[in-house]
């Protein structure tokens, strides 16, 4: 099995940047692709950024294109998401995602697509 721990959420303001981390242990292989995903108060998670390695592909939700950046390091265990020009509606609990049972040359945005999962880290933006 993959354990997933997101870290680096925290408060900010709006305009500031945030970037978050998840790490991958428990076994060699980390996953791929692996995504994030958020869930606001009251709403449905929701898509935000994959990231295929063995494709060097990666895909963003609209919402974000152009502001946050998903990237992973060289040993393939910890995936990224680099966030700039926070706005109040980016507030939301972020999850990290991996997939290890699905195809690896995918870019799946739908989260059934994924089976392993971290705990959330929550990310507020607020003045």
């Known amino acids: 099995q993959v354990q997933l721990v997101e870290s680096a959420g925290g408060l900010v303001q709006p305009g500031d940047s945030l970037t978050l981390s998840c790490a991958a242990s428990g076994r060699t292989f980390s996953g791929n692709p692996r995504a994030w995903f958020r869930q606001a108060p009251g709403k449905e998670r929701e898509f935000v950024a994959a990231?295929?390695?063995?494709?060097?592909?990666?895909t963003y939700a609209e919402s974000v294109k152009g502001r946050f950046t998903i990237s992973g390091d060289n040993a393939r265990t910890t995936v990224y998401l680099q966030m700039h020009s926070l706005k109040p509606e980016d507030t939301a609990i972020y999850y990290c995602?991996?997939?290890?049972?699905?195809?690896?040359?995918?870019?799946?945005?739908?989260?059934?697509?994924?089976?392993?999962w971290g705990q959330g880290t929550q990310v507020t933006v607020s003045s």
């Open positions: 995602a991996a997939s290890t049972s699905g195809s690896h040359d995918s870019l799946p945005i739908d989260q059934r697509e994924y089976d392993y």
């Open positions: 990231i295929n390695r063995l494709v060097r592909r990666t």
